[in-house]
């Protein structure tokens, strides 16, 4: 198994190895990868649906997204797809799956199934980076405070997608979410201390008016999309993506238009995080 970093910030390429057949100690070298990077895009890969679920049971419990069509074959993928007529895209704009459960998911498991001829890329940001980014005063304000996440603007029948052509997609609009988590949490496999805002799913800090939150989160969104803490996924036919949700954030471009993208997730169960 060879890996070579995506960026300077985060992310690894890993190639010489199947998916499909990969023995515990190469397990355990990928997951170390993926809790320390962020990211690891893992090339070349043969690897079938029933492939998929097997290898993502290696990793824990699946959580089922509850918006995003299920493939009708196999309820534990959920499909990530536009259409060449669509305009809207699923995660278009920097986010943290999951977010708003109580125990938010560790993480995915993306393969591309159909991809455009060029473009449709997907971008990785730090969040350790934009923690470590924060000044010291900043910081311990901070560490003292806890944020609300939901997706009930997102995915209600009055939220962000309602009103797009990603709508009949969807799924899961009687469905309502909250959950309050530390603003500053510690990566409950490393230790390492994250910024833990996104601006898809954190609506305000706890005990704070939506209208007094903005400023901040705004600056705290401005400060994790830097370029320096990014990298890049470009998509190849066979590439299959791991990500940790709660060292990174993601965003999925949408500069395709007139091509049809889909990909097949599976959310992998998380830990409780805390401060
Ligand atoms: O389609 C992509 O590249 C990623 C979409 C997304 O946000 C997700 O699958 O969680
Ligand atoms: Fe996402």
């Not at 097997?54 to 069509?69: C, S």
């Not at 196999?74 to 799956?97: F, L, Y």
């Amino acid at each position: 198994m060879k890996m070579q970093p995506l960026s300077p910030a985060l992310g690894v390429e890993v190639t010489g190895v199947q998916l499909a057949a990969l023995a515990d100690a190469e397990l355990q070298e990928l997951k170390q990868a993926v809790f320390n990077n962020g990211v690891a895009v893992i090339r070349d890969q043969d690897f079938s649906p029933e492939q998929h679920i097997a290898f993502a049971k290696r990793w824990g419990g699946i959580d089922v997204n509850l918006f995003f069509p299920s493939n009708s074959q196999w309820p534990e993928i959920a499909e990530v797809r536009k259409a060449e007529e669509q305009k809207t895209n699923i995660g278009g704009g920097w986010h943290t799956d999951h977010s708003y459960d109580q125990i938010p998911a560790m993480g995915s498991i993306l393969v591309a199934r159909e991809l455009p001829p060029v473009g449709g890329d997907t971008l990785f940001s730090s969040m350790a980076a934009a923690h470590d980014a924060l000044s010291d005063g900043l910081r311990q304000t901070l560490s003292g405070m806890r944020a609300v996440h939901t997706s009930d603007h997102i995915y209600r029948p009055d939220g962000y997608y309602a009103q797009t052509d990603m709508a009949a997609d969807l799924k899961g609009h009687e469905v309502s979410t909250r959950a309050v988590h530390p603003v500053i949490i510690r990566h409950p496999v490393t230790g390492q201390k994250l910024l833990y805002v996104n601006a898809a799913f954190t609506t305000h800090f706890e005990g704070w008016t939506r209208e007094e939150s903005l400023p901040l989160l705004s600056y705290l969104y401005q400060l994790g999309s830097r370029e320096e803490f990014q990298c890049r996924v470009q998509w190849r036919p066979g590439s299959v993506t791991i990500w940790d949700n709660r060292l990174t954030w993601h965003l999925a471009q949408n500069d395709y238009h007139g091509h049809r993208r889909v990909m097949h997730r599976i959310t992998l169960t998380g830990e409780p995080i805390g401060a």
